[in-house]
């Protein structure tokens, strides 16, 4: 029963505006790479929310942050260059 506890309260569990600052910032993709980037952004956004919410270390949250907004960039240049390999 403790343990439906505990993941219920970190579902419920608010986060400040500085986290989702820090969590958001993959959101810039949108401005460069349009619905993919916005896409992917997006999901990059929400995972980075679930990451905060955990009951990891601040420096673990922040490496795992970065790297999924590095993963969300490196998949929306992927998707770009296959974009236009074969559709331009």
């Not at 999901?43 to 969300?72: C, E, H, Q, W």
């Amino acid at each position: 029963m403790e343990i439906t506890n505990k993941l219920d309260n970190q579902a419920e569990r608010k986060l400040p505006v500085k986290a989702h600052l820090l969590c958001g910032w993959p959101l810039v993709l949108m401005l460069v790479g349009g619905a993919i980037g916005g896409a992917l952004g997006a999901s990059a956004y929400g995972i980075n929310v679930k990451i905060y919410k955990s009951n990891l270390s601040n420096i673990a949250k922040i490496l795992l942050n970065l790297l999924t907004g590095l993963t969300a960039i490196i998949l929306m240049l992927i998707a770009a260059n296959l974009i236009r390999m074969y559709f331009l």
